[in-house]
């Protein structure tokens, strides 16, 4: 017969060996480092994982695309202004995978290679984290405010919503001239584009932000995107910040509604 010790100690044992596989399974959250093999190069990109991830059902997924600082090949530049820092400030408000690509050095988020990179890794980051393809969202500041608005042209009924940030589709003078390759790929200034890319967005829900003041990406360009999508009969809503400059993503990704709306859309 085998004794009261000898019992307590098989179960012990028994427990322990449960308890660690509980642990070792528990799923990494959070900033997640990861890379992506894409035409023999290797990209370093980033994903936020919310705590409470699980695989036992689909998740909303977010694509960031950051703006031209934040360039690189480190894979953690991206994370250093826009939606990570307003994550960073309160994870609670984002219940969604959001990945975070980084565009080359002297590339643009426009320029197809990009877009292509940037689709690769929001296919790879939906695979391992069981992204539900109907909550699927875009968005992003200045440089990938522009490259949201490229994506999404490109990729009609991809995206559960979009929410460009201090972008548009036409060139300001200063970048033409500074980046003369960019304009094969910009939109001529005059209302035919504004009602192309319009009728290319269709009835995907729209947010655009961006700061009155702002002396890099004139706001001009997102006012008649808005008039052009609304005269289209599409879903936009547009917020101008009075007096803020270039830096309007602060006061875009702190917006208590945004992520309420964003998440609330679904194809």
Sequence with gaps: MISHRWRLF??????LAVSSFAFARKPDTGFLDRTLSLHNATYKYEVFVPE????????????FLHGAGERGSDGLLQTQAGIATAVRKDRTRFAAIIVMPQCKTDS???EPAMEELALATLAAASKEFKA??????LTGLSMGGYGTWAIAVENPNKFAAIVPICGGIVLPEHLRQQHPEMEKIAYPDDPKSYADVAAKIGKTPVWIFHGGDDPVVPVDGSR????AIKAA???VRYTEYPGVGHNSWDNAYADPELMTWMLSKSL
């Design 10 to 15: 098989f179960a012990t044992l028994v427990f």
């Design 52 to 63: 409470d991830w699980s695989s036992s059902k689909k998740w909303p997924i977010i694509l």
């Design 108 to 110: 643009w988020w426009s």
């Design 132 to 137: 539900d393809p109907k909550r699927t969202y």
């Design 224 to 227: 008649k995107l808005n008039e």
């Design 233 to 235: 009969s599409g879903n």
